[in-house]
């Protein structure tokens, strides 16, 4: 019985073992897998450049992002692809037709280099009025997707173009721009001294055996506004670039894999500014201003009272505004902690003064046990008796308490205020210090909490698995050519040059001497195209 086609034709062939075990396959559930045959996949080069972070919204945990997408391949099917050129030659419109063998910008060409049926024909960029292009609708087309793309992404720029052709095929580079916006899961556990890893995810929506990338370069972006050390960044004003570039990490190929992928990286770092004078200075005077309760004494348990209350209200009242400006998260942040032990401390002196007043002093009661009666038989005969009585040695208790309590508490949030990310290392280094104690009495392996200081962006990268399995580039060229092979464009000037020098070649010069001809004949076409640019400049 015929075996069924497979989709897009799958072309399962005959190789060694070896050599199959190193090609990616296909496999699905109860399904037996056979090795692919994707050497015949179009190779696509990579690169990103993100030139805009419009927005980060932590609530909602999205960031919008302005990039480009550089797309380079070489397709096969367009290698004798004939285009139609539109010129200018000494003023006039001049039209011819061949295949594009040379382009500015790619192995030192200066000129377009035409390969037309009366020979070779050089025309200055500046001259190209017009030059047709292939119908890409029934071409190539490396289509891909956003992975975490929230909503619909806005296409600014597409523009898809032949840059030349070769033996190999025609070499075409696509050019996307886009505005969109993408979801991520933002580590807030620093919060407002954070770090965040953006990550813009991308995979192509054809098959491992059509299309695979490359990167042409890891480096995806600076963000930096420009030269400039006053220059804003290109992101929010509440956030700032990292020096560390965005990087571009095309994901290498596992047997398991089904399309190509690949993803691109954003650091960036919270400004803390708003933060530490909205909150953490707001709360510090608010807990501080606890110290006016014990302006009086201790017996007046009813107007500390009323002191202890109202602050602790004020400081409820900020945990709400300040969780409004968070998602919701199963762990505390860095900005919660400090609001609890805001809470904490307020607490701490509350306990204090039921304490003393619950063991050290005593209330005053009338002899007879009567208060409705309106007369006093105690001991305050010449004024109107306290709620409370309580010990000579208190103050000196309160004394000490105060010092020993609001003194720490205010060179922590000085600290916090004039350099937070050096007094946040040294209160880590204190509390992992008490735990590997403690993981060493208990003879316990703790590694990972002694780690000291803020989070290193290493640490963040083996955090989230990343660079686990990443493509290297192999060549800065877009379309991988080397220097060691001879290229079309090589052998079209060998051509060219065998077609102007018949003199040399007749005589059985060298090559030494074909190649000073050659330059020479280069200097003179490069000049005349300056004598041109300058004539046209006049005019």
Request: with cysteine; glycine share 4%; proline share 6%.
């Amino acid at each position: 019985m015929p075996r069924a086609p497979l989709m897009h034709d799958i072309r399962i062939s005959e190789v060694p073992l070896a050599e199959m075990a190193c090609r990616p396959h296909f496999s699905a559930p109860g399904v037996a897998s056979f090795p692919v045959d994707a050497s015949d996949a179009i190779k696509v080069k990579v690169r990103v450049n993100v030139m805009e972070l419009v927005k980060i919204d932590q609530i909602q945990e999205t960031f919008k992002a302005v990039f480009v997408l550089n797309f380079y391949y070489v397709d096969p099917r367009l290698r004798d692809f004939q285009a139609d050129v539109k010129f200018r030659q000494d003023g006039k419109l001049a039209e011819c037709s061949g295949r594009i063998v040379g382009c500015p910008g790619y192995d030192g060409q200066t000129c377009y280099v035409i390969q037309c049926t009366d020979g070779f024909r050089d025309i200055p960029p500046c001259d190209v009025l017009q030059m047709s292009q292939p119908d890409w609708s029934t071409q190539f087309d490396p289509s891909f997707s956003m992975m975490n793309v929230v909503g619909m992404p806005e296409q600014i720029l597409l523009q898809r173009t032949l840059e030349y052709c070769s033996s190999e095929g025609g070499h075409v580079s696509v050019k996307y721009k886009y505005l969109a916006e993408f979801s991520e899961r933002l580590e807030l556990q620093d919060m407002p001294f954070d770090r965040q890893l953006l990550r813009m995810k991308f995979v192509a929506e054809l098959p491992l055996f059509h299309l695979q990338f490359a990167p042409l370069m890891t480096d995806a972006g600076h963000l930096k506004g420009g030269k400039r050390e006053d220059a804003p960044d290109a992101a929010p004003v509440e956030w700032k670039v990292s020096d560390k570039r965005a990087i571009l990490q095309v994901m290498s190929l596992e047997p398991k894999d089904l399309r190509a992928r690949f993803d691109v990286l954003i650091h960036v770092e919270r400004k803390p500014a708003f933060y530490v004078w909205n909150t953490f200075f707001t709360l510090f005077l608010l807990t501080m201003s606890s110290m006016i309760a014990y302006l009086m004494k201790p017996a007046e348990v009813e107007g500390r009272a009323a002191v202890f209350l109202t602050l602790l209200l004020a400081t409820v009242g900020y945990k709400f505004i300040v969780s409004t400006w968070m998602p919701i998260k199963p762990y505390l942040t860095f900005l919660d902690k400090y609001v609890i032990s805001s809470f904490l401390f307020q607490g701490v002196s509350i306990a204090e003064t039921i304490f003393v007043v619950w063991f050290w002093c005593r209330p005053i009661r009338d002899h007879d046990q009567n208060w409705q009666d309106g007369i006093y038989n105690g001991t305050y005969k010449l004024r109107s008796p306290p709620s409370h009585e309580c010990s000579d040695f208190i103050d000196n208790v309160e004394f000490w308490f105060t010092k020993s309590v609001f003194a720490p508490w205010a060179i922590i949030n000085i600290s916090l205020l004039v350099c937070p990310r050096i007094a946040i290392r040294l209160g880590r280094r204190c509390l992992r210090l008490c735990r590997c104690v403690c993981c060493i009495a208990q003879l316990c392996k703790c590694k990972s909490r002694c780690d000291i200081g803020l989070q290193t962006w290493e640490e963040i990268y083996e955090q989230h698995k990343l660079f686990a399995a990443m493509e290297v580039p192999e060549s800065n060229h877009p379309y991988g050519v080397r220097t060691l092979e001879r290229t079309s464009l090589e052998q079209a000037s060998l051509e060219r040059a065998s077609t102007e020098l018949p003199d040399l070649l007749r005589a059985g010069r060298t090559s030494e001497q074909l190649n000073e001809a050659r330059v020479k004949n280069n200097k003179k076409s490069h000049d005349s195209i300056q004598q041109r640019a300058i004539n046209r400049t006049q005019q």
